[in-house]
């Protein structure tokens, strides 16, 4: 049962769109073990999105199944929180009201107004946000919006942790920083995570495996590349390791020669 | 949306329209050069902010004066000053109910249109929302909503009339249709256009739907909906004058019809210069309101 906390069976995905009919997804099959950290990684309009909002309940597929510990994903819940592309904090609330937003609905029911306020506070303290408690997200950079999302998300203790692209709008610094501090937020919570992302170096740092997708329409998995590298891992470090260049390389290879770009997506 | 309510977006066609830019030479320009041409552009754009209206405004009265010499029984535009000035130096006297200042021709226009368009506003936001929210009443109103909305609110005046057997309520009536339908049109629509990533945070949080219309779709209509209550409030200013007329009583739009039957033309002038100040002074209110109320929305 471990090693299959999500288990992806056979699932397919068409659109029905006004364009027409869309293949998107076919024949995905992917077992995620408990604690595992697993990146979705491909050329843009593979579906790595569709396959996460799948995971997240979002969009129901069109065959298959999809199950987490052992139930079906009917539909979106708390308990498989995302982090979104565009951080889609509310623009009216505070840092904190945004957080305490999904504590509220999560421990509302059993816990007291204090303790719902010690989870909101703990969640911002994690992401090291106090100071910025009562601003709007107007009012704080790109790379702290997306920390508030990510505290918003870890603040409801999810099984399974979903980001779409989480730092893909943010700049090359901050994203390493926002990495750093994921890496060491994720080995404290022992989180299941699943993201999206079309960084190769993100993709070898952060995971535990990279399934690497084919070009759509009707993509599927190509590949899955086992990541062994100990952790924590120091990303100056590896930049020497032969090890994670050999990775590196294993993804550029799938990326560039077997699954060019298709030329109509560039 | 934030951009669209800031009205200096008009600075840079300022700097197109000056005469003092001459490309050919302007390479060669030393730096103190620079800033006289930002000075030369400064003194333009205050000339259009403060001369160029005050220009329209002189232009106007000539035109008025011009008319009057022709044409003996229209006031002079200092006759009518004159007047304007005896009228509003009392504008709250009661001399009998057909025989009121301007004052309180005014107030009472005002709150027939209060009470109408409040009125308009506790059912038209709700029934919007509704329509906004759930498909199938959507379905159900948006033929009568497009069957009635162009229909003129005077035409529902004497419903009014037969419904109530009294004016007042009548106007008030007329007052209620016309305010309604950009409430519920406009209030449908924000809602419609709530943003996908906050519908999708809904639905992960898993939020109650009193959570989801207190803390997203309302937020984030917001705008919209006071676009709807600025363009109501419009109409409604518009429409009461053309009510009271029909309706009588007091009122800025009987007092003019009034004083239509007195002749009393600078009064009519003094009445349509009233009406314009109020009703521009109430679309700026609600401009106000709706800047405060105007959130960024989400972007990467």
């Known amino acids: 049962m471990e090693d299959k906390f999500i288990d992806i069976e056979g699932v397919e995905m068409v659109f029905h769109t006004k364009k027409g009919v869309f293949h998107a997804l076919r024949e995905i099959d992917l077992k995620v073990a408990k604690g595992e950290f697993i990146t979705l990684i491909g050329h843009s309009g593979c579906g790595k999105s569709t396959l996460l909002n799948l995971i997240a309940g979002l969009l129901k597929p069109t065959d298959g199944v999809l199950l987490c510990a052992n139930r079906e994903i009917a539909g979106p819940s708390p308990e498989r929180s995302v982090v979104f592309q565009n951080h889609s904090l509310l623009p009216w609330l505070t840092c904190y009201e945004n957080i305490y937003l999904g504590v509220e609905r999560v421990f509302g029911a059993a816990e007291t107004k204090a303790q719902l306020k010690e989870r909101t506070l703990a969640a911002l303290a994690l992401v090291g946000l106090t100071a910025a408690e009562a601003k709007r997200p107007h009012e704080i950079s790109g790379g702290m919006k997306q920390r508030v999302g990510i505290a918003r998300a870890l603040a409801m203790e999810p099984k399974v942790l979903l980001m779409d692209e989480p730092f893909g709008a943010l700049d090359a610094l901050t994203r390493a920083h926002l990495q750093d501090e994921l890496l060491k937020i994720v080995a404290a919570t022992k989180s299941t995570v699943v993201m999206v992302t079309h960084d190769v170096d993100e993709a070898v740092l952060l995971s535990d495996r990279i399934v690497m997708m084919t070009n759509g329409p009707a993509a599927t998995i190509g590949e899955i590349v086992e990541v062994q590298l100990e952790r924590p891992r120091d990303r100056v470090a590896l930049a020497s390791d032969a090890r994670y260049m050999e990775y590196r390389t294993a993804v550029l290879e799938f990326l560039y020669r077997k699954q060019a770009h298709p030329a109509k997506a560039a | ?300």
């Open chain 2, 1 to 300: 949306m934030n951009a669209m309510l800031k009205p200096d977006s008009a600075e840079p066609v300022v700097a197109a329209l000056t005469p003092e830019a001459k490309p050919a030479r302007r390479p060669r320009r030393p730096l103190a050069a620079n800033s006289t041409a930002r000075a030369r552009a400064q003194v333009s754009a205050t000339a259009l902010k403060i001369i160029a209206p005050l220009m329209g405004a002189a232009l106007l009265v000539l035109v008025w004066q011009i008319i009057t010499v022709k044409n003996s029984s229209f006031p002079t535009p200092a006759a009518t000053l004159e007047e304007a000035v005896k009228l509003f130096s009392d504008p709250f006297y009661r001399n009998s109910p057909n025989d009121q200042g301007i004052g309180w021709n005014l107030l009472a226009s005002l709150q027939r249109v209060g009470v109408g368009f409040g009125l308009a506003a506790l059912v038209g936001i709700p029934l919007g929302f509704l329509i906004g929210r759930v498909q199938f009443v959507s379905a159900m109103f948006s033929p009568i909503i497009s069957l009635l909305k162009p229909v003129s609110p005077l035409a529902w005046l004497p419903i009014g009339l037969l419904v109530f057997k009294s004016a007042n309520p009548a106007a008030i009536w007329s007052i209620f249709i016309c305010s309604i339908w950009p409430m519920i049109i406009n209030t449908a629509i924000g809602v419609q256009r709530v943003p996908q990533d906050y519908m999708n945070v809904a639905r992960v949080l898993n939020l109650s739907e009193w959570k989801i219309l207190t803390k997203i779709l309302l937020p984030s209509a917001l705008p919209f909906v006071l676009t709807g209550v600025r363009l109501s409030i419009g109409t409604a200013w518009l429409v009461i004058v053309a009510a009271e007329m029909l309706t009588g009583g007091v009122g800025i739009g009987f007092w003019v019809w009034d004083e239509w039957n007195n002749l009393n033309v600078p009064h009519i002038i003094i009445a349509i210069g009233a009406i314009g100040l109020v009703g521009l002074l109430l679309e700026q209110a609600l401009v106000a309101l709706a800047r405060a109320f105007t959130y960024e929305q989400v972007s990467n």
